[in-house]
């Protein structure tokens, strides 16, 4: 079957989002040029403009790859199933940390290059990451106020507790990045996570917010 003007269109886009990050692999996006990631596609820089206006408009388009799935995971696992009732709090943990060690897994050069960018990236790639960081903490924030005892919760305090639980996840993230292909290594940060989150959730569990 012949392959359509869009599809090429696609692969092509998909060629240069790929290579991007190879070579931000071991450098910073900052670094990286045009006639790089051209000459590692196979294709004339020219054609890079037909897919994006540059090199920052290329690494947002790979925060937001980076991201959605992620939320989009995070966010079933906490609300379970409808007919199900609320999860616990035991299985929010749980599904949370596999789901996020097996994201790592398959995605390792997109929390790579998070994980790089966030730090040393052009400045509107860093905002953008920052600004995904903040929405899972919003939308863990709303869902953490479904929960059993947190009925009297401030939104600040909501919004703390959220914070404490994504950092640690960012933290995960970056640890298992680093970990890949050790199992025991992986197992172990996998193990911490969910300890520092039981922890945290146990004492949140037992907050009263000021009134």
């Not at 749980?94 to 998070?114: A, C, E, P």
């Not at 863990?140 to 106020?145: C, E, I, Q, S």
């Not at 292909?181 to 996570?193: H, M, Y």
Request: net charge neutral.
């Amino acid at each position: 079957m012949a392959v359509t003007r869009v599809e090429r269109k696609e692969q092509t886009r998909r060629a240069i989002l790929d290579a991007a990050l190879r070579l931000c692999e071991d450098s910073s996006l900052v670094a990286l040029s045009l006639r790089q990631v051209a000459k590692e596609v196979g294709i004339v820089p020219t054609a890079f403009y037909r897919h994006f206006d540059s090199i920052e408009s290329l690494g947002l388009a790979l925060v937001d790859e980076s991201f959605v799935s992620l939320r989009a995971m995070l966010r079933d696992i906490r609300r379970g199933d409808p007919g199900a009732g609320a999860p616990s709090l035991a299985s929010i943990v749980d599904q949370t940390v596999d789901t996020l060690q097996d994201h790592v897994r398959q995605h390792r050069s997109h929390f790579l290059f998070i994980a790089r960018e966030r730090a040393a990236g052009p400045r509107s790639v860093r905002e953008a990451i920052r600004h995904e960081i903040e929405l899972c903490e919003r939308e863990l924030a709303t869902d953490l106020a479904r929960l059993p005892g947190t009925e009297s919760w401030s939104t600040d305090d909501l919004r703390v507790l959220s914070d404490l639980i994504v950092t640690a996840m960012v933290a995960t993230a970056e640890g298992l990045t680093v970990a890949a292909g050790r199992a025991d290594a992986e197992k172990q940060i996998a193990e911490t996570a969910r300890t520092q989150l039981r922890m945290v959730l146990i004492g949140a569990l037992n907050w009263h917010s000021r009134g």
